[in-house]
């Protein structure tokens, strides 16, 4: 007999072996009579004589068996044996009933809760048709919090829009709602409760728009009108001042729902004049938040400051999306005056940015993911049109001009200063008030000159004046003088205080004046260097203690001192030292940091651009052995992955990348390098770890003598092998395409005999890759030998057999299906120049060879579902190869076109001048012909006939690719293939010409002419 109690404490057991042994047993049980395990499961589930643990323990099992054992309609569903119809029954009312008796724990509640959601989605409406009454009658009778829990769960899974509107689920369910809230009965839970369930009701009927049925549209606009007027009454019915946690969610509820209407909803649905009735109401009620919040700042639980927090969160986005209708001078003067209050520092962030000045750096940067108030203000003021801006910046000038003393009630001067801060993101311009900005500016510098005793205000200060300068920089004219004094001026303040959270500051405002003034210009050599130095001692003083998000920061920081390197002046080598210094001591804190890993590769890959061997040498000296010690103590693991071993490769290809030619450093370099990514490359199975050292290694390659590396071809031939075999995944052949080009172009003649061997071996991996950039970097080596001789390359792929198919016929379909997500100039220029080698071949076996063309829609009535389409393959028209080419440079043609300059499109290419502004004016200018609609092929002819003799001379199948890439642009490029193609009728373009479709006829008369 099956004891359901004794295998679920087994289940539970802290010895696994006993564990696994329970839980193959219940799945056997299940396969052979999962009724009888689902019944006496619930029966656990519903006896309070159980121990809470066995009880949780019965529901989480039964929501995982449900999947297996409940239906087909299930993916997991096992087959082996199915819960029969009566035992479905009595299992679904058990669970129906524990998780609407109030008198049950929270977590069994929880727990039946889940499983009922996930049998309704298949059992609701045919085999469970009682379900949603059930739960309408516990609401309807007790405003029970437990069935509108239910029901809101099973809004967001189970149901449909067909349900809401069609079956009358949305018109019960508004009944409910209406009915608690109008309630005097229902206390603020219930209500509350009952506004979840109405959110869940207006996303539905956020669907609805013009060309929705009758009765859609119908049930909208009268719930709608319905809501407002609740909320309406709702909303001038509450007290004055409401501070109850449950009365703040309720009201933060109202006004999301307002939003959502508002921003969502068509104005045919919801008419505009409707928000009007509640102007008053947001006004007062933003007054009422702003007095509460000043009542929390000091003292509050965390639920309150949630409350208050969500509360005017939403009145403030509503205000937002009211911004349309412009507000009266006295409506922005209370906007202002409660945000002053609504934006004060709370006690709590104030103690938590004193404590640790990370979590400063991570909110004042906006890598926090908690919305706060402040962020909602912000965004509150940047939506304001030029009007509502210009008088809301003249309201708080002269708050700010009236403040004597920043110190004296500094919370709200701090408030203040950040809603100025946050005004001036507004894109509106103002130039009328310049004379109090001025006035703002002498403030602001004699606050910095005297050093308040408030850091905050000191920061919010340092803060503010980039913003303030780069939005009145076209305006004013001496603000170079400006920018230099004021950075230099916090630059000073940070340094001479002892304080975190003002050196922090200082760094993110350099950012900031990073961003719009270009820094070197602005200062001048002398004073720039003056600038970095001060700047990289911040960055010295700060790092130390630096975590996190501030790690990143401050590499971003080191970012913009590298920027301000001059390479006429002297003076910088002890400040390119430093920065090197720096770039790596922060990397190397937290290597499995994201962002000072990508800001690290930016940092490195500038200060080592142009630099000379000598200076090479001396980074090299500086961080080879530690990076040699990581790669050495690694192969004790087999080089499996571990953030510093990543870090330290991705460097090592950064310097890899920069090195300098020389033949003595080469041998040092080669001889300290080689063998520990040798190493690396032959025992390492990692996808990353293999990426990042394929990487390095084909830059070492790249840029050192060939007879340096020479002695190591062997060795290096063997890893290409390895790594272009079809059991290494994608992400580790990413670079194995630019690895095996850089072998080819140094090692041609050396490795002539295998050539054929690598190539087929890269046509195979070519077959089976995946991953985009893989494919794109394996493309490049077809590119190349294409370029050096392209009916060679022909010959052997259309000669070699790969699983069973012809070699030539799957490297041309995976070329020309991934021309479309090929990006990047380099690599478009590549397959544009190789593409059109093999077009001017006229070779018959690719004019033969048929490749997917255009996508074939499905000719039905039927709606393809997303499930049904992933059922169905996609079908394509079948072309040729040269067929497909032209369309695909067509395509190109009219993606570069778009990215040209009007007259140069016209004009076409660089043989044809543009008009002038009188010719293009000129009605009587003969020589003008007016391109409408496509040419047909014979005027096309003629056209780029007559520009033959504008030609420089060159055919493009003659020039070599290290020529083209340089020269012309993709566009130019591809309006010289059709000019010769079409002139010349090359490979029959004529007759694909007459197959295009006429918007591709379009295109090509539109570039070429």
């Not at 295998?7 to 396969?31: F, G, H, T, Y």
């Not at 205080?497 to 200082?506: H, V």
Request: proline share 3%; aromatic share 8%; with cysteine.
């Amino acid at each position: 007999m099956f004891d359901a109690p004794s295998l679920i404490l087994e289940a539970q057991s802290p010895l696994d072996n006993v564990r696994k042994s329970s839980e193959e047993r219940l799945l056997q049980m299940c396969d052979e009579d999962s009724s009888q395990v689902f019944v006496q499961f619930v029966q656990v589930a519903a006896d309070t004589q159980q121990e809470l643990p066995s009880r949780q323990f019965a529901l989480l099992t039964l929501r995982k068996l449900v999947t297996m054992y409940w239906t087909p309609g299930f993916e997991s569903f096992r087959g082996t044996s199915t819960v029969k119809l009566e035992a479905r029954g009595m299992i679904r009312d058990v669970l129906l009933q524990l998780c609407l008796d109030e008198h049950q724990p929270s977590k069994i509640r929880n727990g039946a809760s889940y499983a009922v959601v996930q049998i309704s989605a298949v059992d609701f409406p045919d085999q469970w048709p009682e379900l949603l009454n059930i739960v309408y009658n516990a609401i309807m009778k007790s405003h029970s919090l437990a069935a509108m829990k239910l029901l809101n769960e099973i809004y967001d899974d189970v149901i449909s829009e067909e349900m809401f509107f069609e079956e009358g689920i949305g018109f019960e369910t508004l009944k409910i709602v209406f009915h608690v809230m109008n309630s005097y009965d229902a206390n603020w839970e219930a209500k509350v409760a009952a506004l979840n369930l109405l959110h869940c009701c207006i996303l539905q009927m956020s669907t609805v728009n013009g060309s929705s049925t009758t009765k859609r549209k119908e049930l909208t606009v009268e719930a709608c009108k319905e809501i407002l007027q609740m909320w309406v009454n709702f909303l001038t019915t509450q007290n004055k001042t409401i501070s109850e946690t449950l009365q703040l969610m309720a009201g933060a509820k109202i006004y999301q729902g307002l939003t959502l209407l508002k921003n969502e909803f068509s104005k045919k649905i919801v008419a505009p004049d409707m928000y009007h009735q509640f102007r008053t109401i947001v006004m007062r009620d933003l007054e009422n938040a702003s007095q509460i919040y000043m009542q929390m700042v000091e003292n509050s639980s965390q639920d309150q400051l949630d409350a208050i927090n969500e509360y005017a969160v939403n009145i403030l986005e509503f205000l937002s999306s009211l911004c349309d209708v412009r507000f009266t001078e006295e409506e922005l003067q209370t906007v202002l005056r409660c945000l002053s209050r609504l934006c004060c520092l709370n006690q709590d962030t104030v103690d938590s940015w004193q404590t640790d000045f990370n979590s400063f750096v991570s909110k004042e940067t906006g890598l926090v993911a908690s919305f706060t108030i402040r962020d909602q203000a912000a965004e509150l003021l940047s939506s304001f049109d030029s009007q509502d801006y210009a008088t809301v910046l003249v309201l708080l000038v002269h708050e700010i001009s009236q403040i004597s003393d920043f110190s004296d009630g500094w919370i709200f001067n701090e408030s203040l200063l950040y809603l100025l801060q946050s005004l001036l993101l507004n894109e509106a311009n103002s130039l009328e008030f310049m004379d109090a900005v001025t006035r703002i500016f002498t403030k602001l510098q004699s606050i910095l000159e005297k050093s308040l005793s408030c850091v905050f205000v000191n920061c919010r200060i340092i803060l503010l004046i980039p913003k303030l300068l780069e939005k009145i920089m076209d305006s004013f004219p001496n603000v170079r003088d400006l920018v230099q004094n004021f950075l230099f001026l916090s630059l000073d303040f940070a340094l001479s205080q002892d304080n975190e959270l003002i050196k922090s500051a200082t760094l993110i405002s350099f950012t900031y004046y990073s961003y719009f003034a270009e820094l070197p210009s602005v200062l001048g050599p002398d004073n720039c260097i003056q600038v970095q130095q001060k700047t990289l001692k911040l960055i010295a003083q700060l790092y130390p203690e630096a975590e996190d998000d501030t790690d990143g920061v401050l590499m971003e920081v080191l970012d913009n001192v590298i920027d301000c390197n001059s390479e006429n002046v002297d003076d910088t080598s002890s400040i390119i030292q430093t920065e090197f210094h720096l770039v790596f001591t922060i990397s190397s804190k937290d290597p499995s940091n994201i962002q000072t890993t990508i800001e690290l590769q930016e940092c490195l890959g500038k200060l080592l651009k142009n630099v000379d061997v000598k200076t090479f040498i001396t980074f090299w000296e500086i961080c080879f052995p530690p990076m040699v010690n990581v790669m050495i103590g690694s192969a004790h693991s087999s080089f499996e992955y571990s953030p510093l071993l990543s870090l330290t490769l991705q460097v090592l290809g950064v310097l890899m990348k920069r090195k300098p030619l020389d033949p003595t450093l080469s041998i040092t370099i080669c001889n300290d390098v080689f063998e520990p990514l040798q190493n690396i490359l032959n025992q390492s199975k990692d996808e990353e770890i293999l990426q990042y050292a394929t990487e390095a290694l084909g830059y070492l390659i790249y840029n050192t003598e060939a007879e340096v590396i020479l002695p190591h071809l062997k060795s290096i031939v063997n890893i290409l092998d390895a790594l272009l075999s079809p059991g290494v995944p994608d992400q580790a052949a990413t670079h194995v395409g630019s690895l095996t080009v850089t072998i080819f172009s140094k090692f041609s003649n050396e490795i002539q005999n295998l050539i054929p061997m690598i190539l087929q071996a890269a046509a195979a991996r070519l077959g089976q890759a995946t991953n985009i950039t893989t494919t794109q970097n394996l493309l490049s080596v077809f590119c190349f030998v294409t370029s050096a001789d392209a009916q060679q390359t022909v010959d052997f792929l259309f000669n070699t057999t790969i699983s069973n198919q012809n070699g030539l016929n799957l490297v041309m379909s995976k070329w020309l299906e991934s021309f479309d997500v090929v990006r990047g100039e380099k690599r478009t220029k590549e397959n544009i120049i190789t593409l059109s080698k093999l077009f001017f071949l006229n070779d018959q076996r690719l004019n033969s060879m048929q490749v997917n063309g255009d996508l074939i829609p499905y000719e039905s009535d039927i709606i393809i579902t997303r499930s049904m389409a992933k059922e169905m393959p996609d079908r394509y028209t079948q072309v040729s190869v040269y067929h497909k080419i032209i369309k695909l440079f067509t395509s190109e043609l009219e993606f570069q076109g778009k990215h040209q300059d009007p007259q140069l499109l016209m004009a076409g290419t660089y043989g044809i001048e543009t008009n002038t502004e009188e010719n293009q004016d000129d009605d009587d200018n003969d020589d003008w012909e007016d391109v409408e609609g496509p040419l047909e092929y014979e005027r096309l002819q003629h056209y780029v006939e007559e520009d033959e003799t504008d030609d420089r001379g060159e055919e493009l199948d003659e020039q070599c690719l290290a020529d083209n890439l340089d020269s012309r642009s993709v566009h130019q490029l591809l309006v010289d293939f059709f000019k010769e193609v079409a002139a010349k009728n090359i490979s029959g373009f004529q007759s694909i010409y007459e197959q295009l479709s006429d918007n591709e006829k379009q295109i090509l008369s539109e570039n070429l002419l």
